[in-house]
Structure formats: structure tokens, C-alpha cells
């Protein structure tokens, strides 16, 4: 089959702190995630069709993975299993309102995806290949996501890329700026946080999207998210922000970068214009759409279960007007 969008990287379990005990022992609710596959879901949302390649583990989580997946819409041929290795946790616990994450992962199945094990012709058949720094963390799975960017690249094919920052799993945070500038060298499209953009650069969000279609020639379009400060966007022909949804009260996060990466991308893909093409107000149509799924998903658990309909995110548009 053919695919829209094509990712490879993480599928994990996204286990998120409900309540604190009185010892301050966290209880926790288990949800489908991992940022590639939360991109997936949400493009698939918005009419996309998609695929992941990735490895879970040959236990419960692996199985309810892709389960979740394939009930999502998205594409598991390539999702291999592994009797050897453990499905990868992830743990978000909050603290003022600001997110920790602590992670099972020494080795987690997503981290042992070899070259060798991606099905080539999944990118042969896509539009975009998309994907992130968390597979570049250990091999073998970043010598198999540099190989699959290569092969996408030399492909013809769009590349979209997330530097999802998560400092606890980098041994050195050096590594993890090559690997977050790794992507940006190659990639068409950018879903960035402003966070990120500081991380790297030390500069704000607008300046950071000027700073990466000046240094990166390659990337077509930057989208710079900021949280409840809503959204920087610059091509070659447009720049601006769109602010946050109106009325929205967040109570868990997770995933929402990546709805609204997915999202995002959908709608430039449906425009069947080249992204650095898009107009001034395609570009803001395409934000607003992507801030609202976002928005939307906020005031939900998880991230692949909190992915809001169709009809939901166009109702919630008119908030904009």
C-alpha cells in the first residue's frame, strides 16, 4: 500500500501521574504514545494515510501498542516485534505545572531497530518521511534512521522532522544538539518548540525561524510552537504567529506538540503545493487548524487518545473568526 506519510521511531506507553500519594509516590494512568506515532494518528485525522516503522517489545504493551495503531488507522506492517527487549515507558510527572519525564529504556525495543529491519519500499510508496531525535539517541536504531532519511532524501521525498528535546535520555547533551541540527541539515519541514529554539540558538521564537531558513537552505517551512503563546510559521513568501485556541484549559500536554506537527503537515500535504509555495494566508489557515487539534487534545488524557475528530477541531475553528 501507499502511504501519505511514512515515520520511523518511538511507540511507547505514556504513563501520566493522576494523583501524589501522601509519600509522594505518584499513581499513574497508562496511554498509547511516542511522538512519531502521535504525528501519525493526528495526520491520519485529517484524512492522511500512514505507516510507522518501529519495534515494541513481545509483552502486553507491545501487543496493546499495536492494537491501538492499527485501530488508529495507521499502517503496522513494519512494526516489528522483539522477544529480547522490553516495550519502551515513558513517565510524565508534573510539578507546578511543569512536565518531568523518567523513561524505561536501557535498552527499550525502540532503541534496537536495526537498518537492516526497515521495509525500504514503505518510503518508496510516501510523500513524506518523518522523523525525530529520540531513535538518534542509541544505536542501532540512529544508524537505521540516518540510513532511512538517506534513502528518503535521495528518493525525492518530502522530509519533515521534530528535534523533541528529552534531555534524560541523552548522555550528553552535546549529543543531543548534533542530532537536533543533524535534522534540521535535511529536513524540508520543521515543527520546532521554543524551548528547542533557546536550546540550540539562545534566541526568541521569531528570531529562531529566521535563523533556520537563513542557516538551512533546505528547510522549505518552520513552524516554532510556543506553548500558550501560540504559533511562529515562515516560508519563503510568509511569516507570523497565530495565537492559542480561545476558551482552552489544559490539563495534560502530552502529545500536543506532536498533533499539532501532524496535523500541520496534513494540511500543507492537501494544499498540493510545495511548502515553500504556501501563501501568507494558506499558512494561517494552516496553523489555526493544527492550534486548534492541539488545543483540543490538551484537555484530554494522553496523546494518541486525545487526537480530536474532524468535526470537533472545524467547530472549534470558529473560535478564530
Known amino acids: 500500500m501507499r502511504y501519505d506519510v511514512v515515520a520511523l521511531g518511538e511507540i511507547l506507553i505514556d504513563f501520566a501521574q493522576e494523583k501524589v500519594d501522601e509519600s509522594g509516590y505518584p499513581t499513574m494512568a497508562a496511554h498509547p504514545g511516542g511522538a512519531p506515532a502521535n504525528f501519525l494518528a493526528a495526520a491520519k485525522a485529517r484524512g492522511l494515510d500512514t505507516a510507522i516503522i518501529g519495534k515494541v517489545g513481545n509483552d502486553a504493551f507491545g501487543k496493546l501498542l499495536v492494537n491501538t495503531l492499527q485501530e488508529a ?7 516489528l516485534i522483539d522477544d529480547s527487549v522490553f516495550t519502551t515507558l515513558a513517565f510524565v510527572t508534573f510539578s507546578g505545572g511543569d512536565r518531568s519525564f523518567s523513561f524505561a529504556r536501557k535498552p527499550g ?5 536495526k537498518a537492516s529491519e526497515v521495509d525500504l519500499s514503505l518510503i518508496d510508496g510516501c510523500r513524506d518521511f518523518h522523523f525525530g531525535t529520540l531513535s538518534l539517541t542509541d544505536e542501532p536504531a540512529a544508524d537505521a534512521t540516518k540510513k532511512a532519511v538517506d ?4 528518493a525525492g521525498k518530502l522530509i519533515s522532522f521534530d528535534p523533541n ?14 542530532a537536533m541540527l543533524y535534522g534540521l541539515s ?3 519541514v520543521v515543527k520546532i518548540s521554543d524551548n528547542e529554539v533557546e536550546f540550540l540558538f539562545g534566541v526568541n521564537p521569531e528570531e529562531g525561524a529566521d535563523l533556520l531558513l537563513e542557516r538551512y537552505p533546505n528547510i522549505q517551512l518552520a513552524f516554532v510552537t510556543c506553548g500558550a503563546e501560540g504559533c511562529v510559521y515562515q516560508n519563503r513568501n510568509a511569516k507570523g504567529r497565530v495565537p492559542v485556541l480561545p476558551g482552552v484549559t489544559a490539563t495534560d500536554t502530552t502529545g500536543a506538540g506532536d498533533i499539532f506537527g501532524g496535523t500541520a503537515l496534513a494540511e500543507a500535504l492537501k494544499t498540493e503545493k510545495a511548502p515553500r509555495d504556501l501563501t501568507d494566508e494558506e499558512l494561517k489557515a494552516i496553523v489555526r487548524t493544527a492550534t486548534a487539534a492541539a488545543g483540543l487534545s490538551t484537555m484530554r488524557p494522553g496523546g494518541i487518545s486525545s487526537i480530536p475528530s474532524l468535526s470537533e477541531v472545524t467547530d472549534a475553528l470558529h473560535c478564530f473568526s
Do not use: F, M, Q
Open 186 to 188: 535535511v529536513a524540508d
Open 165 to 178: 528535546l528529552r534531555e534524560p535520555l541523552w548522555k550528553d547533551l552535546s549529543d543531543a544538539k548534533d
Open 109 to 113: 525495543a525502540d532503541t534496537c531497530v
Open 73 to 79: 488507522g495507521i499502517g503496522t506492517e513494519n512494526v
Open 151 to 154: 534513502y528518503a532524501k535521495k
